[in-house]
């Protein structure tokens, strides 16, 4: 018997379906950011990275141009097994060298995207891109207190929803855009309410034109803090819970924003009691928001297991958020998103029919033990098993790819 017939009729014995596993992995997409390939730069020139957030590292083979980066996710497309989105930021806009600037955005500044996503079979996700502009170096966007800056923002929210609906129409492929906004005092206020106040108004001049929610749906995204912007985030846990569950649009949870020892696994089952859907962003803090490269540990595979157990495959919509420019871009990418996958899988292939048991019984001692001997299971080879039906690299092989990849092109780039 080869290794996964036998893993197969191990799991079996505890009551679990590998193949019905493996097809519902493949059925929960995971959207890929555009922006690791890049460094979050975008294609306007506009200077280096702000916002609070940062890219450390300068491996060499970052893509320059929107050629470049399209190639470097088709190559990662080609190491990553199950369904793929691609997540696009409003500063990915390609302008054909004319000043459009963000409040002017338009659908036409995206076809390239949209033509890759056909190509490629992929739905689009979107980001405006409240950073990385000379109307956002106070730090303040769509909370300024300049009005005209403020509209500006807006101006470019409702940009991007228009856009984000041209991408659902094209693809007919419902698009989630994501609003994050960087707005937050270095330190401490004096008035923490008016900026709130503010950025509601704006929000709420963004949402209220109207959008088929088959084209798109709008999630907001909240942050605990920035560099520079230590002492109050306008944008906040709280205030975004609130204001998705008021309005009626997603929440997004990044696994950077919150209190180190708080983890986004437990806040997806409460914030699915007030609100329809959320969109994650899986990102790996460490120490701070730094947006290391996913990796396979307790917090993903829990976050996996929220979104299994209480089959909440269509109300969780999966997305990636780091950015690692210390190694090979690729490999990043793919490492995360391989991980992402691991992490469904497994999370697919609990017995949890016999979990359940134990702690509907009362039985928490069973429980643990169970847990932990799940642990050992050869889930190794259902997952190879996953990536060779999908036709990616089993094992390290992806590792071999990317070195040959970076040999033939990014290697080039100079
Ligand atoms: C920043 C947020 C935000 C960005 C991307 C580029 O802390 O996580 O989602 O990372 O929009
Ligand atoms: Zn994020």
Redesign the pocket.
Known sequence: MNSFDNAKKIYADLGVDVEQAMNRVNNIPVSL?C?QGDD?RGFENAGSLD???AVTGNYPGVARTPGELRNDIEKVLSLVPGKKRLNV?AIYAETNGKKVDRNELTVDQFRNWIDFAKANNLGLDF?P?FFAHPKASSGFTLSNQDESIRKFWVEHGIACRKIAAEFGKALNNTCIT?F?A?DGFKDTPFDRLAPRQRLMQSLDEIFAVKIDPAYNKDAV?S?LF?IGAESCTVGSHEFYMGYAATRNILL?L?A??FHPTEVISDKISSALLYNDEVLL?V?RGVRW?S?HVVTLNDELIAIAQEIIRHNYDKKVHVGL?Y?DASINRIAAWSIGARNMFKALLMAALEPSDMLAKAEQSGNFTARLALMEEFKALPFAAVWDEFCARTNVPVGTDFLKSVEDYEKSVLSNRK
Request: glycine share 16%; charged share 25%; aromatic share 12%.
């Open positions: 950011h922006w979050v916002g609070g957030i930021h980001n891109t994501n994050w960087p995204e942050k920035g997004c990044d950077g924003h962003h990102s928001d947006d958020d950015f």
